[in-house]
């Protein structure tokens, strides 16, 4: 049993699209690492660390993160809070230590104002004690774990990891009925949070799944993503489930549907976005025909920010449509505008302190201790002290920026995690046109702390 779509019209974007698509966007300064013009050198320069995956196996995430960071900075006139910024980007990799290392030449040395990027959950849980250590925040853009006890200096513009999979489990469990499903992932944190996220909703609705054990199947995440399913499917396939729930992203996602449909599966396949998002789509188009994800944005929203949004973007990328990951990216840009305009208007307003997440077993413990001198405390003090706007400043504001008018919808920070009270839809892969697309079949619900 499938779900059918609503009926709703979905081609109102592509006439919008189409309709200015010979419209000139103006290109400014304020892309990675370059200069500002002489006419904006009279403002003190912000300098704001771009942290995305330039290598491994999540790099095709971190371009379109950096695309969607530059487009809104062209919005934007170069400028976050009316101040010209220099952008200066660095490798998070497959996370870890090149993630760290990155994040301290970024702060110690380049003396940034802030973090923005993370494309996976590992990097944002391996760079946990530096943010606190260094009192710079990281507006995250990509995978947000559950392991974070304290996010004073966490703030995502993404998801709650856990909270795609729970998105769909009701409505999963009322397509399946009794029947069971089958559920599988790749074994980090992130694969974690997703995972667990649907398997708990999915219980409390009163599913159950389908593997031998009746816990999720776990696939390799270390020394390298699996990319190798043969064994896995020929169990799914055995086993006859109702359906299959799986969270891949990057190139695992599209092995992961290659030797689905190699093996000649027909049981319904149901994901987290990521299986189908951005390069995923474009590597498998009509083999990943069908499937249905929850994730919190699809190209096909209508809605007047979109309209916009996806004008912007196709108009500078030959018609290529927009995906999460450029969502989340420009709207980081969004939020720290919002979040630096208010430092400068209010410095001395103090931060607010959220109420932390339950610690998860083995994560760090929030630092309660003093205050120390460190390098990396030192160079987020003297960021932008000349203007008095300091990372300190910084994050005393974004809990005021209040709600941001997005592609995906209007949303706005939770106070308790920070990461976007925000819709998830349920997205069908179908083509449109020359185009195969993620579109909206309906609103899920809404999630987010």
Not at 341 to 367: K, N, R
Request: proline letters at 7%; glycine letters at 10%; a neutral charge.
């Amino acid at each position: 049993m499938t779900p059918q779509p609503t009926g709703r019209r979905h081609h109102r974007w592509r006439a919008a699209t189409a309709a200015i698509a010979a419209t000139t966007l103006l290109v400014v300064a304020g892309c990675a690492g370059s200069s500002l013009s002489d006419a904006d050198t009279s403002a003190t320069e912000i300098r704001i660390g771009l942290i995305v995956p330039k290598t491994g196996d999540y790099k095709s995430i971190g371009e379109d993160q950096a695309a969607g960071w530059r487009l809104a900075l062209e919005k934007l006139g170069g400028k976050l809070g009316g101040r010209p910024v220099r952008v200066i980007e660095a490798d998070e990799g497959d996370g870890k230590a090149t993630a760290l290392a990155s994040a301290r030449k970024l702060i110690e040395q380049d003396k940034v104002l802030a973090l923005v990027g993370g494309g996976t959950a590992d990097t944002v849980q391996t760079l946990y004690p530096l943010l606190n250590e260094s009192k710079v925040p990281l507006i995250g853009m990509g995978g947000r774990p559950s392991t974070i006890t304290d996010p004073t200096y966490l703030w995502s513009t993404s998801w709650l990891s856990q909270e795609t999979g729970a998105s769909i489990a009701g409505y999963l469990r009322t397509v399946v009925g009794d029947g069971r499903v089958w559920v599988i992932g790749p074994d980090y944190i992130g694969g974690r949070d997703q995972i667990g996220g649907f398997v708990t909703a999915f219980r409390a609705a009163g599913g159950q799944l389908a593997n031998p054990s009746g816990e999720p199947t776990w696939t390799p995440w270390a020394p390298a993503p699996t990319t190798e399913f043969s064994p896995y499917l020929t169990k799914i396939k055995e086993a006859k489930p109702a359906a299959v729930y799986t969270f891949y992203a990057g190139k695992s996602a599209i092995e992961f549907v290659k030797q689905y449909r190699q093996y000649g599966i027909t049981t319904p396949l149901y994901a987290s976005g990521f299986l189908t998002e951005g390069a995923s789509l474009e590597a498998l188009k009509d083999q990943a025909k069908g499937i249905y994800t929850a994730l919190n944005y699809s190209p096909t929203l209508d809605n007047a920010a979109n309209r916009d949004f996806v004008s912007r973007f196709t108009a500078g990328n030959d018609g290529k449509l927009p995906n999460a990951y450029h969502v989340c990216a420009w709207d980081a840009a969004l939020v720290l505008d919002r979040a630096i305009s208010e430092a400068l208007a209010q410095p001395d307003v103090p931060a607010t302190t959220p109420t932390a997440t339950a610690p998860a077993s083995g994560s760090p413990a929030p630092s309660s201790s003093p205050a120390v001198s460190s390098p990396a405390a030192s160079s987020a003090a003297a960021s932008g002290a000349a203007t008095g706007l300091t990372s300190q400043t910084l994050t005393a504001a974004l809990p005021r920026v209040g709600s941001i008018d997005s592609p995906r919808g209007a949303w706005q920070f939770g106070p308790t995690n920070h990461t976007p009270v925000q819709a998830y839809y349920l997205r069908e892969v179908a083509q449109d046109g020359q185009v195969w697309v993620n579109r909206t079949v309906q609103t899920l619900t809404t999630l987010g702390s």
